[in-house]
C-alpha cells in the first residue's frame, strides 16, 4: 500500500491494507440521528457557497510527521477567505496508535479524522457508530457531493449497512489505469548514492552476488561519509509488526504473485522470497548492515540521508525527497538515483504498487462534529474539482497564473517548490501540502513537469507500476476471531523478522522461519487466510461491478 506511504506534501502513494471487507452494520445509529435535520440544499451547485461565515473545524491527522498549519500560508489562506472554514489540525505528538486509541476510548472524536484506511481504528469508529454516514450527510445537507464524488470509490467504501463513512485520497480505480496509467508512478524504488555507485563501476544488483559484492565494494571504497561510518543499506524502520522494505517492497521486487490460479498465494514462503532474506541475513553477518537501521526511527533516517551515509536504500522515494534537494543543491552528483535491485532468478522486471482504489489515507466525519452541513459542505468542496484546485495551485494572480491556455505556477513559487519543499509549504501551501482529499489524477492536469532530482526515480518506475487494487481491504481487522488472529501474526512477524536477519547461519535461519511457521499457524493463519480469500473474491465482483 502497502503502498505503505507519501510524505510531507509529495505526490505519491504508498501502499496498503483495509476496512471494508466483513464490515457489519454498525453505522445504522449514526444514520438515523440525521433523519429529523432540515436542508435547503440542492444537486444543482455546491452547498458552501450559500454560507462563508467563519466556522474553525477540528481536524485529526494520524500522522506525527505532519509539520504544517492551516492559515499561515496563502493557500490555506485564500481557501479560508473563499468558504469561511478555518482548520485546527491535532497531530500525535509521539506515538500514533497510543493517541488514536486514547481517543476511541474516550468515545469522542473531533470534527473530522483522516488516518490511513488499513488502520483497524477506521472499522473500530464505523462499528462503534463514532462517524457519520457521508451518503446520509450528503442527502440531507448537499447534495452535490453524489454528483462531484467518483462512483467508483463511493461504491469501494460502501460498507454492509448501505453506507459510506470515508473518503479516500490519492485513490485510482481500474478505470483510472485506463485513462491515467502511463502517468502513474510507484513509490518502491531501490536507491543507490549516485557518486558511489558510478564509482565502484555501476554494478548489476539483480543477483544476491551481485548485490553483496556491490555493498562490499561500496563499504571498502568509502568506509567513512564526512567522519561518519558509511551505512551499506538502509530500510524503513522496524516496527512491531515488520518492516515495509522486507515485506511488499522486497516482495514486489521479486515479482511475486499474489495469487495462483484464483487462489490466494503465501507470498512469505515463496522460495525467491527466502533466497532474497538469506541474503540479506548474510549481508549482516558480513558486516555490510549497521546495528543503526535495526532502531532508527524517521526523523534519525532523514538526518542521515541528508547527510549522504547510505550507499542504497530499499525505500520509498517520497519520503526522503526533501533530503534529496538538499543533496542536489551542494552537490547533484551525491543524489540517490533509482536502479535495478533485487530481482527473482529469472531476472523479472519488478511488480511494483501503483495507486490503488483505496488511495493512502481516508476522512471521516465525527458523529460529534459541531456543525453537520458545513463539515459536509465542506468535504464536497475539497474532493470536488474546484477543491482540488484551489489546493493544488493556490490562488489565480498570485500563485499562478495561465500560460498557453494551461494553469503554471509564477517562476518564483516554482523554484522554491523545485529548491525547498518546507519553506514551499510554509510560504505557499499548495502543490497538495493539504493532501487529506487530494485527487492524483485530477492534479496531474496542473502538475508542473518533474525536475531533478524526482523526476529520475519517479520515471524508473514508470512501466513497472501496476494496480492491486483487488487485494486491498482483505486483511481481517476489529475484534473477530480472524482480526484478533492477524493482529496477532502481525506481532509474530514482528519478532521474527530481525531475528531472521541477524541469525548466524542458514541453518539457525531455517529454524527460526519453521518455528514462525508454525506460530502462526497456532495463531490461526487458516482462518485468516480462508478470510481474505473470501474478501479477495468479494473485491473481484466488487471491481466488475463498478467497471461494466
Same mark, same amino acid.
Request: charge should be neutral.
Given at each position: ?41 440542492? #444537486? ?8 462563508? $461565515? ?7 491527522? =494520524? +500522522? ?11 493557500? &490555506? ?27 476511541? #476510548? ?35 445537507? @448537499? ?28 485513490? &485510482? ?46 563499504? $571498502? ?11 551499506? *543499506? ?20 521479486? #515479482? *511475486? ?39 532508527? /526511527? ?30 542536489? #543543491? /551542494? @552537490? ?11 530481482? =527473482? ?26 456543525? !453537520? ?9 475539497? *474532493? ?30 516554482? $523554484? ?17 501540502? +493539504? ?46 476471531? $480472524? ?58 465482483? !466488487? ?6
Amino acid at each position: 500500500m502497502n503502498i505503505r506511504k507519501w510524505q510531507k506534501g509529495l505526490l505519491a502513494v504508498m501502499l496498503l491494507i483495509g476496512p471494508l471487507a466483513g464490515c457489519t452494520s454498525g453505522g445504522n445509529g449514526a444514520a438515523t440521528e440525521l433523519k429529523d435535520e432540515k436542508t435547503k440544499a440542492t #444537486a444543482d451547485a455546491p452547498g458552501w457557497k450559500a454560507d462563508t $461565515e467563519p466556522i474553525t473545524f477540528d481536524w485529526y491527522l =494520524n +500522522f506525527s510527521w505532519f509539520p504544517n498549519k492551516w492559515g499561515t500560508d496563502m493557500t &490555506s489562506k485564500y481557501v479560508t477567505q473563499k468558504t469561511g472554514v478555518s482548520v485546527n489540525f491535532i497531530v500525535p505528538a509521539g506515538n500514533e496508535n497510543e493517541k488514536l486509541n486514547t481517543m476511541l #476510548a474516550s468515545g469522542k472524536l473531533p470534527d473530522f479524522v483522516t488516518l490511513s484506511w488499513g488502520e483497524d481504528a477506521v472499522k473500530k469508529m464505523i462499528e462503534g457508530k463514532m462517524v457519520l454516514p457521508l451518503n446520509k450527510l450528503a442527502e440531507k445537507y @448537499d447534495p452535490y457531493l453524489l454528483k462531484v464524488a467518483d462512483p467508483a470509490k463511493m461504491s469501494w467504501y460502501r460498507q454492509t449497512d448501505g453506507n459510506v463513512y470515508g473518503y479516500p485520497n490519492a485513490s &485510482s480505480s481500474p478505470q483510472d489505469y485506463q485513462k491515467y496509467g502511463q502517468n502513474f508512478v510507484s513509490n518502491q524504488t531501490f536507491m543507490v548514492r549516485k557518486d558511489m555507485y558510478e564509482a565502484i563501476g555501476k554494478p548489476d544488483m539483480r543477483t544476491p552476488e551481485g548485490f553483496l559484492k556491490a555493498l562490499q565494494k561500496a563499504k $571498502e571504497k568509502f568506509p567513512e561519509v564526512n567522519g561518519q561510518p558509511l551505512i551499506p *543499506i538502509g530500510f524503513h524502520e522496524f516496527t512491531d509488526n515488520g518492516n515495509y522494505s522486507f515485506e511488499d517492497y522486497l516482495l514486489n521486487f521479486l #515479482a *511475486i504473485p499474489h495469487e495462483k490460479d484464483g487462489k490466494l498465494y503465501d507470498r512469505r514462503s515463496d522460495e525467491e522470497y527466502i533466497r532474497w532474506l538469506k541474503t540479506f541475513r548474510q549481508a549482516n553477518e558480513q558486516g555490510l548492515i549497521a546495528k543503526d537501521v535495526f532502531i532508527d /526511527k524517521r526523523p534519525q533516517m532523514e538526518e542521515k540521508v541528508a547527510q549522504g551515509r547510505y550507499f542504497a536504500m530499499l525505500y520509498q522515494r517520497s519520503d526522503f525527497a526533501t533530503q534529496q534537494v538538499t543533496l542536489h #543543491a /551542494k @552537490d547533484p552528483n551525491s543524489v540517490y538515483i533509482a536502479v535495478d535491485g533485487p530481482s =527473482n532468478s529469472k531476472l523479472e522486471p519488478p511488480t511494483l504498487a501503483g495507486p490503488g482504489i483505496s488511495g493512502w489515507t481516508v476522512t471521516l466525519i465525527s458523529k460529534d462534529v459541531k456543525d !453537520k452541513e458545513r463539515a459536509i459542505e465542506f468535504l464536497t468542496y475539497l *474532493i470536488s474539482e474546484e477543491g482540488n484546485r484551489d489546493l493544488y495551485l493556490g490562488e489565480q494572480g498570485k500563485l499562478w497564473d495561465p500560460v498557453n491556455g494551461k494553469p503554471a505556477f509564477k517562476p518564483e513559487v516554482l $523554484e522554491l517548490l523545485n529548491k525547498d519543499r518546507s519553506a514551499f509549504d510554509k510560504k505557499y501551501g499548495a502543490s497538495s501540502t +493539504f493532501w487529506m482529499l487530494m485527487d492524483t489524477n485530477m492534479s496531474l492536469q496542473w502538475a508542473p513537469p518533474s525536475v531533478e532530482p524526482y523526476k529520475q526515480p519517479e520515471d524508473w518506475t514508470k512501466g513497472k507500476t501496476h494496480s492491486f487494487s483487488q487485494y486491498e481491504n482483505i486483511k481481517p481487522t476489529g475484534t473477530s476471531a $480472524e482480526g484478533i488472529a492477524s493482529g496477532q501474526i502481525d506481532k509474530i512477524w514482528g519478532k521474527a523478522l530481525p531475528k531472521l536477519l541477524l541469525a548466524s547461519s542458514d541453518e539457525e535461519f531455517d529454524q527460526l522461519f519453521a518455528r514462525f511457521l508454525e506460530d502462526r499457524r497456532k495463531a490461526g493463519y487458516d482462518k485468516v487466510l480462508a478470510y481474505q480469500q473470501k474478501a479477495y473474491e468479494e473485491n473481484l465482483k !466488487k471491481i466488475e461491478e463498478f467497471t461494466k
